[in-house]
Structures are given as C-alpha cells and as structure tokens.
C-alpha cells in the first residue's frame, strides 16, 4: 500500500542554519504530494504542495521538489528562525474519492535555538 | 483561522461523562475527518464522510461515535472513555475529487480524568 516515510526526529539546529527533512514515498500512480506544518498547540497547517513531478512547492522560505525517479520530496529552508520550530509532517494522495485519503508520516520535531 | 472550526479548544471529562466534539467548515468541501493524535504516536485516521456518509471507520471502539448530519458539520461523541483516550482530537476536510489536500482544524484536546 501507499506509505510515506520521513527522517526521524528531532532535529535541533541554530538560528540562520540550512535545514533539509527527507521525506520519501511509495505510492501507486502519480500522487500529489504535501507538506503539513504543526505549531505547539495548534493543527496542521499546509505549508506547501506538489502535484506533478519536477514541480516544487515553496512557501515562507521552504521548498520541496517532486522527485519520480527518487520518489522523494525533501523538505528545505535556506536560513531557519526560531519560529520554525515545529512538527513537520509529509503527506501524499494517490487517489481521490472515497477510495484515497491522505497518507502522513510520522513527523519530525524541529527545534530552533537561538 | 483556516475555515475549519473545531470547538471546544480543550475538554477536560470524567470516564462516566457524556461529551461531543463539535467541527464546523464552509469552504464547501465534502469529505470530513476525524483524526487522533497521542503523544509520541503517529496521527491516527479514525472516521471519514464523503457526501454525508461514512465512508471508512478504523476500528474504532464504539466508545467514540462520529455523526455527520450535512456536508459543513462534524460531530464526535464522546461516552465512557478511558484516560488512554486523551489526545488531540483534529478534524478535517477536503474535497472528495482530485488529490488535493486538507484543511484541519485547530483541534480539540481532550483529556480524560
């Protein structure tokens, strides 16, 4: 069956440092693939999205590219700020209807430090 | 806000109570989710609704009984729960074609006494 798997957590970084979050998928046919965002104490959010593979995704400084041959969409950010800390969940849909919901990893907590 | 409204924001409740977790939408979306998040565990689809009807149930324990009276509403009913039950209670919705994704809401936590 479809399955998303993410790189474990957590992931501590400093201030301004270069962040990558792998993510990679198996899935049947060509699914949309996303990036949910949680804050403490709040739900997901949608941070970005991909539809078609080479497509990238970008919001608020992150990127993620959809990669077929991979089957990967890594999640980036060039220079993080503490207000990234998060739980940062990747996300596909292979299929619509009743017969496809949407398929989450488990999530990797980031924590920025000042 | 995201337009998906879930209240109340916290529930504290005794085993033997009676509760209900309400999710309101009106981004005319037809498929609505209940979903539930445990510490250090991974988020947990319980009950879906496409069109009004329950289209999937997770083996939930009937404990937990979801209704869904038109495509904008959301109920989750809460009876003789166990304190392994408490969580984050988040819902969802989406529209039911295409692959596109979900709006959640802000979530419900529960906490079972």
């Known amino acids: 069956g479809d399955s998303v798997t993410q790189m474990e957590g957590p992931v501590t970084l400093s201030e301004e440092a270069f962040l990558t979050i792998n993510c990679t998928y198996t899935?049947?046919?060509?699914?949309?693939l996303f990036w949910y965002v949680q804050y403490p104490g709040e739900g997901l959010q949608l941070l970005l999205k991909?539809?078609?593979?080479?497509d990238k995704g970008s919001n608020k400084g992150f990127e993620a590219t959809y990669r077929k041959e991979t089957t990967s969409f890594h999640l980036e950010k060039g220079s993080v700020q503490v207000s990234d800390s998060a739980v940062y969940f990747c996300?596909?849909?292979?299929?619509?209807?009743?017969?496809?919901?949407?398929?989450f990893g488990k999530g990797t907590k980031l924590s920025v430090k000042p | 806000e995201t337009g998906v409204t879930q209240t109340p924001r916290h529930l504290v409740m005794g085993m033997t109570n009676k509760k209900s977790l309400k999710c309101e939408q009106h981004?005319?979306?037809?498929?609505m989710y209940w979903y539930k998040q445990s510490a250090k565990k991974p988020l947990e689809l319980m009950f879906v609704y496409n069109f009004k009807e329950q289209t999937e149930n997770n083996s939930v324990p009937s404990r937990f009984s979801p209704e869904c009276p038109n495509s904008s509403h959301l109920f989750l009913h809460l009876h003789t729960l166990q304190p392994e039950d408490s969580a984050l209670y988040l819902c969802?919705?989406?529209?039911?074609?295409?692959?596109?994704?979900?709006?959640f809401g802000s979530g419900t936590r529960l906490t079972v006494v």
């Open positions: 996300a596909l849909r292979s299929r619509g209807g009743s017969q496809g919901n949407l398929i």
């Open positions: 991909a539809t078609k593979a080479d």
């Open positions: 899935a049947t046919g060509y699914p949309s």
């Open positions: 969802a919705s989406s529209q039911d074609e295409g692959l596109g994704g979900y709006t």
């Open positions: 981004l005319g979306h037809n498929a």
